[in-house]
């Protein structure tokens, strides 16, 4: 796992004229590692070669999206989606998908040059059943980001950032090395994750939370709002799967997939539920399983984790700005970014119908979306068990014990 004094070189390899004033760093994500630069900039660093593989297809996602949509989505505009760029090479940045292309300057810059491949020939598909934390629980809600004592991201009185600093004539990263290959740890992260990283300007905003629209009295702005999230499902959705983007996005066997979970949820999830519980996820499953018609649906580019967290208002114009996070982004259901807007710490099914002044809520499309958000909490408990995350666990598990 990579410091936020080596974020920070690894960045400065690939970018040296970027000038770093602050930053602060999150460990708190799933996949990814965050690190915000001079408050305004957002640098994601895969945690596992998946996460990098996914890095790498939300990036052509996004760079797709540029221009298609009313809302404003990330703008990658600093990229090294392949192996770590020695110090002093070009902007050119060469991955197991293809090229990217890069200005590599701070300031209205535009990634370009996107040429997608495929990883293994087809791409893995959504990672569908991480937890999404926005779906889950309030857990999910931003906590100060607290930096170290021993670094804190702010220069100094002597104008030199802390890495910059000599530590007995050893930076910070080269005496963590050092400490590393004392006690026989390899270094960095694992392979396909070295020198992966992806940044993009911050969107403005704060999640719109249900809290948010509960208490926001007049019905003529929580209409504006559905207007705008159906507006732009609707962009998203209809936005042309084609050329290097669809080889990397291949439709998948829908039920195959759903039999598989249902399958991981007996063997692994079902020992730790009541009786009862165990009865009720049968037959909800069994049910949807039972039922062509819920494997009938087109395949659309989806946001992935269409929830509050991911969804940026400006309070004071009353609007909202933007949509982030696309680490779930990839080809499904259209029903699965109208289930993230079902949750029981999202806006409601009320709230769901009112889109369908600018998108077509049809009733099949919501109760296969209803029937996702209810297994949520499932996705929740297997991602837990199966990844040793006693956190998601504890959530999942918490309707069923």
């Known amino acids: 796992m990579l410091t936020a004094a080596e974020c920070l070189e690894v960045i400065r390899r690939a970018y040296p004229e970027l ?29 596992t070669a998946r996460a990098a593989r996914q890095l790498r297809v939300e990036t052509a996602i996004l760079s797709r999206l540029q221009g298609r949509t009313t809302l404003q989505v990330p703008n990658p505009i600093y990229l090294s989606l392949g192996p770590e760029v020695p110090p002093g090479k070009g902007a050119v940045r060469t991955g197991t998908i293809g090229t990217v292309t890069a200005t590599g300057t701070v300031g209205p810059t535009t990634a370009t040059g996107v040429t997608a491949g495929t990883t293994n020939g087809v791409f893995e598909g959504p990672t569908w059943t991480r937890p999404l934390r926005g779906r889950v629980g309030p ?13 804190p991201g702010q220069r100094g009185p002597d104008g030199r950032m802390p890495w910059e600093r000599g530590l007995g004539g050893r930076l910070p990263w080269e005496r963590e090395k050092e400490e590393r290959e004392r006690r026989g740890s390899p270094a960095g992260r694992p392979p396909g994750t070295q020198g992966v990283f992806v940044g993009y300007r911050r969107i403005p905003g704060e999640p719109l939370w249900r809290d948010t629209l509960l208490a926001t009295v007049d019905p003529g702005t929580v209409q504006a709002w559905a207007d705008q999230l159906g507006t732009f499902l609707t962009e998203l959705h209809s936005t042309p799967v084609e050329g290097n983007l669809a080889q990397m996005l291949r439709p998948f066997n829908s039920r195959s997939r759903w ?29 949807f399983l039972g039922d062509p018609s819920n494997f ?43 289930a993230a807007l079902l949750g029981p710490f999202s806006y409601g099914e009320a709230f769901l119908r009112r889109l369908a002044r600018t998108y077509p809520v049809t009733q099949e499309l919501v109760e296969r979306a209803k029937f996702y958000a209810a297994t949520f909490p499932l996705q929740d408990a297997v991602y837990g068990i199966e990844n040793n995350d006693p956190e998601a666990f504890k959530w999942g598990m918490a309707p069923y014990r």
Do not use: C, W
């Open 19 to 47: 000038k770093v004033h602050s930053y602060t760093f999150d460990r708190r994500g799933q996949n990814n590692d965050i690190l915000i630069v001079n408050g305004d900039l957002v640098f994601r660093f895969p945690r």
């Open 139 to 151: 857990r999910h809600r931003p906590r100060p980001v607290a930096e170290p004592d021993h670094a």
């Open 259 to 287: 039999e598989d979970f249902y399958r991981r949820v007996r063997e692994k999830v079902f020992p730790h539920m009541r009786p009862d519980a165990r009865t009720q996820v049968s037959r909800m499953l069994e049910s």
């Open 296 to 338: 009938e649906h087109p395949f659309v580019l989806v946001h992935g984790d269409f929830g509050p967290s991911n969804i940026l208002l400006d309070r004071k114009a009353q609007r909202v700005t933007g949509v982030i996070d696309f680490g779930s982004s990839g080809l499904d259901d259209p029903a699965v970014d109208l």
